[in-house]
């Protein structure tokens, strides 16, 4: 079994089914991409796999290193290894980068981090991302830029060294230079810490820089398409639409982002 | 400072000219003290006679805000308290509460009665005066007669003529021109037993150009019963002087009544930084009036509030400016659990002539119960034409958006809900600027919310 594992998954919030049996299985040192239009439903699937209260699972499971998580809690989630870059980080006012890092380590530690420890692993995520010193002792995502919030999510991810990442559209609102950081994060903690992903996006871009050896495509809440790194060009080259005739999906599943 | 002045007519809920106080139906905001107090010379004794016979003929009060609002004293059986001054030790929750930590002197009261004073030598030598207010009018009564009830009216309710009639012990400190100290002065008021009527009294004064901190604490054990405080606070900052100024609250799970009026007069170019932390009480009431007394006064009135259970609190606070150019700057922050109610009223007022002054205020709440109510009531009165007076605020609820985001990196949702209300309350915290108090702060917040921690879940699954 996959250290990452969606069998026949169904999800649906308050109004409506948006996955309609999703198949995955990711293992560490794997990067996966998940391409697909708006409305297909990526981010619930990031969403659903951290267990956020407001999607049911109402089919399948969701397995993680053997054990079924589909019920955990989602803190329970995070500390066996699971990490989700969210698209909209949330600001966290009156706490630092710093002190939230410190806390999110020792959730997941009998005792709590030596301050040398974790200054030296700080520095070492401070220098991989390319961000200033500073940076750690603002408070959380409060009042950070677009391109701010997302080497923020990298740093966490960086520090909290997590089995498999979900990376929820972490290239969208991005200029080229924050792109281009947050993928050689993403890249050098694979290579370095034998980190798994699965690279959520719309768009193609971010994986000029992160190569995916798995690439999926999700329409209608199902996957439709499955393929090496050769799907993405095909993708460049002929767009949604032209798969989306091609696999037979149902028409009209740009209804909103799900 | 300004020459004390006669007493102003009032139409405060709990006004002296009215028979039946606090009986009215009015809708009215609460009043600044604006200066009316009963400093104009007459003696001690003389000020006593004055507040017994109010104390006498007044009720107890009940304050109404704007129809909506009502503190009542119906539950409190003031006959079967007794101010008791029987105490001689340092009690139990004092040393439980305070931090260990160098200081420049503490005064510790129990009951009625003052049980410790304890004042660096080095600071004696240089003329501080810490002693009970007792002994102040025996051996410095020229000082402690001209600043004594200055601004503090002793007839205007029920309870604070019962202090002004009643109070033993007290606290009384002066710093001299010119002496700046770094370390804080703590004045502490404990209740131990139920039963008890502590009628605190503190008077400061700090000389010009003078420069010190003072912590106040108001702690009570966890008892059965009633009890009540019934407080008076004056400080009194001359010329150039400078004062950063605390109070530390937390009446415990004991029925504790507080009923406190607190004035801090800031005198010409002088600067107060007043934050009181109140953390706790069975009801609470308390006028805090900050005012800018002289030319060049500056002031940051900062303030924090944590209520439970079904505590009832209220607030009024007043940042008085009655001379310009001055300048003032009002932040509060407060959150409710369970079935707590507060209601917190911010009062600017410029009064004629306080041209050039500057002043914001700002209160923020967070409700963390479904059955929790804070009300938050800016309001200002400018009777000058060359000002800035404004006001904002905020009030919310927990951001489930930002608890999942934390649950996602590990944290369960009790410490999520903690990381929120502590960055919540942590800008005001930061500022005391004093480690140790701080941490005192910190953990008191934090035990209240592990104590709610079943309601806060309660809340969220409800939603």
């Known amino acids: ?258 | 400072m300004p020459e004390p002045v006669a007493p102003l007519p009032r139409s405060d809920g709990a006004s002296p000219q009215r028979e039946k106080a606090g009986r009215h139906r009015e809708a009215t905001l609460y009043h600044a003290l604006a200066g009316a107090g009963a400093g104009d010379g007459r003696s001690l004794a003389q000020l006593r006679e004055v507040a017994l016979r109010a104390f006498e003929r007044l009720e107890l009060p009940v304050w109404r805000r704007s129809g909506f609002w009502t503190t009542s004293l119906q539950t409190l059986e003031l006959e079967a308290l007794e101010n008791d001054v029987s105490a001689t030790a340092v009690p139990d929750v004092v040393r439980r509460a305070l931090p260990e930590r160098a200081r420049a002197g503490r005064i510790v009261q129990s009951g009625g009665s003052v049980v410790e004073v304890e004042l660096d030598p080095a600071l004696a030598a240089r003329g501080v005066i810490l002693c009970s207010l007792e002994q102040a009018f025996e051996l410095h009564g020229e000082l402690a007669s001209a600043w004594y009830s200055k601004r503090l009216p002793i007839d205007r309710n029920k309870l604070e003529a019962a202090n002004a009639a009643f109070w033993t012990g007290g606290a009384f400190l002066h710093v001299p021109a010119g002496v700046v100290i770094e370390q804080p002065f703590e004045i502490v008021y404990a209740i131990e037993r139920p039963g008890v009527a502590q009628y605190g009294r503190t008077l400061i004064v700090g000389g010009a150009a003078s420069e010190f901190k003072v912590h106040e604490y108001d702690l009570a054990e966890d008892f059965d019963g009633e009890a009540l405080h019934a407080g008076a606070f004056e400080l009194y900052l001359q010329d150039g002087a400078r004062c950063r100024l605390a109070q530390v609250q937390d009446w415990g799970r004991g029925e504790v009544f507080d009923v406190s009026t607190r004035f801090v007069g800031v005198g010409r170019d002088a600067y107060c930084h007043w934050l009181p932390a109140l953390l706790g009480g069975h009801l609470v009431r308390q006028h805090l009036e900050l005012a800018i007394c002289e030319p060049g006064g500056d002031m940051a009135f900062r303030g924090l509030f944590f209520s439970e259970e079904h505590e009832h609190l209220d607030l009024f606070a007043v940042d008085l400016h009655e001379i310009g150019p001055s300048g003032g700057d009002v932040h509060w922050r407060g959150a409710a659990t369970g079935e707590s109610r507060a209601s917190f009223e911010g009062l600017i007022q410029i009064d004629p002539g306080a041209q050039r002054t500057h002043t914001y205020l700002q209160i923020h709440s967070m409700m963390l119960s479904p059955k929790a109510r804070i009300d938050a009531i800016p309001s200002v009165l400018v009777s000058a034409d060359d000002v800035s007076a404004s006001h904002g605020g905020t009030v919310g609820e927990l951001d489930e958006a930002a608890i999942f985001y934390m649950q996602s990196r590990g944290l369960d949702r009790a410490a999520a809900v903690r990381v929120i209300v502590e960055g919540f309350f942590e800008p005001l915290i930061a500022e005391l600027q004093d480690e140790p108090l701080e941490a005192v702060v910190r953990e008191k917040i934090a035990a209240k919310l592990a104590a709610a921690r079943e309601d806060i879940e309660a809340y969220a699954t409800s939603r």
């Open chain 1, 1 to 258: 079994m996959a250290d990452l594992e969606i069998k026949d998954l169904h999800v649906r919030t308050e109004d409506r089914e948006i996955l309609r049996g999703v198949d995955l299985a990711i293992d560490r040192g794997e990067i996966h991409a998940l391409m697909g239009p708006n409305g297909s439903g990526k981010s619930t699937l990031a969403n659903t796999l951290l267990g956020h209260p407001a999607y049911e699972v109402t089919q399948g499971s969701i397995f993680f290193k053997g054990e079924d998580i589909t019920e955990a809690e989602p803190h329970e989630r995070a500390q066996a290894g699971l990490f989700l870059a969210f698209q909209y980080p949330v600001s966290i006012p009156g706490v630092s980068v710093a002190n939230f890092l410190r806390m999110a380590i020792n959730a997941k530690r009998e005792e709590p981090i030596q301050v040398k420890e974790f200054r030296t692993q700080l520095q070492h995520a401070i220098d991989l991302l390319d961000v200033d010193r500073a940076f750690t002792s603002r408070h959380l995502n409060d009042g950070f830029s677009g391109g701010e919030k997302k080497r923020a999510e990298i740093l966490q991810m960086a520090m909290l060294s997590p089995d498999v990442a979900i990376l929820d559209e972490t290239d969208s609102g991005l200029d080229i230079d924050a792109l281009r950081t947050v993928a050689e994060g993403v890249q050098r903690l694979h290579d370095e810490q034998g980190l798994g992903a699965l690279i959520i996006t719309h768009y193609q871009r971010i994986l000029h820089y992160v190569q995916p050896q798995f690439v999926h495509i999700l329409m209608d809440g199902r996957i439709v398409l499955e393929g090496g790194v050769e799907l993405v060009e095909r993708l460049e080259r002929e767009g949604y639409d032209q798969i989306r005739q091609e696999v037979g999906a149902a028409v009209g599943a740009g209804d909103g982002d799900a």
